[in-house]
């Protein structure tokens, strides 16, 4: 069967309003755009999402946003309905990227309910998981993104709108996993969607790798079993590196 990627870009808290069009203008004329079997991504934060949405406008590039309140609306302060980043026109939502574990207090429960509020609402949930340097010192890597997946994917019913994110703590804004370390993981998430979903539905599921994901090593960790694509930080913002994952992509989907 003919590989699928889908290649997102996970822009963190960068560029304002302007400068996301400026830069998806760019990214646009260096060749970033889709095809039948590579699909992009970009997730800018909130306020640059509309304008990211218009410099987009008939190119198939799908737009998402880095998170969405549990709640569906009414008294939280400074939250952003599942509801409200449909309407404007995404997509997809990032779901328990490790910073928002790590400095907002995301735990796989309330990732759980955002899933559910953001499938609802009709996004496609991305729910990022992965391993710090520790627990993988002990060995524990398996057992916490099984945790992590079956707390998180809790009464969760349909895999059309979920994708899940592998990213080991440990190599965001660092160096990349090894491709055995990454075959090995995402081996180990796979198994854990099948038994949770079954054998068909559950092989279907795109498992991003993501963590230092660049123009180098691109076509080594995208060639690896079970990786569908990846969530890039860094080498998101920088238009020549991401047209060449975008490439890359496109040429192994080729092979
Ligand atoms: P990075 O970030 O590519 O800069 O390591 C990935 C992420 O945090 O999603």
Not at 50 to 57: F, M, P, R
Not at 218 to 232: D, H, M, P, Q
Request: with cysteine; charged share 20%.
């Amino acid at each position: 069967m003919q590989r699928q990627y889908l290649i997102a870009g996970n822009w963190k808290m960068n560029t304002t309003s302007d400068e996301a069009s400026d830069l998806l203008r760019q990214m646009v004329e260096l060749g970033v755009q889709p095809n039948e079997h590579v699909d992009v991504l970009f997730c800018p934060p909130f306020l640059s999402i509309s304008s990211a949405i218009q410099a987009l406008s008939g190119s198939h590039i799908h737009v998402g946003a880095q998170d969405c309140s549990q709640h569906l609306h009414g008294a939280f302060t400074g939250e952003v309905s599942a509801e409200s980043i449909r309407s404007i026109g995404c997509s997809h939502v990032l779901i328990g990227h490790s910073e928002r574990r790590q400095y907002h207090g995301e735990t796989d429960d309330s990732c759980n309910a955002k899933i559910h509020t953001a499938m609802d609402a009709g996004l496609a949930a991305v729910y990022c998981i992965g391993e710090t340097a520790e627990e993988r010192e002990q060995g524990r890597t398996a057992d916490v993104l099984s945790q992590q997946l079956l707390a998180g994917l809790r009464d969760v019913q349909q895999t059309e709108n979920l994708v899940i994110a592998y990213e080991p703590v440990w190599a965001i804004g660092q160096s990349a996993a090894t491709p055995e370390q990454i075959r090995e993981a995402h081996a180990s998430i796979r198994t854990v969607l099948v038994e949770r979903f079954g054998e068909a539905r559950g092989a279907e599921v795109f498992i991003l790798y993501g963590g230092s994901l660049n123009a180098s090593n691109a076509r080594e960790i995208l060639s690896v079993e079970n990786v569908a694509g990846g969530l890039i930080g860094g080498a998101s913002l920088k238009p020549d590196a991401f047209s060449s994952i975008i490439a890359t992509a496109k040429e192994l989907t080729q092979a």
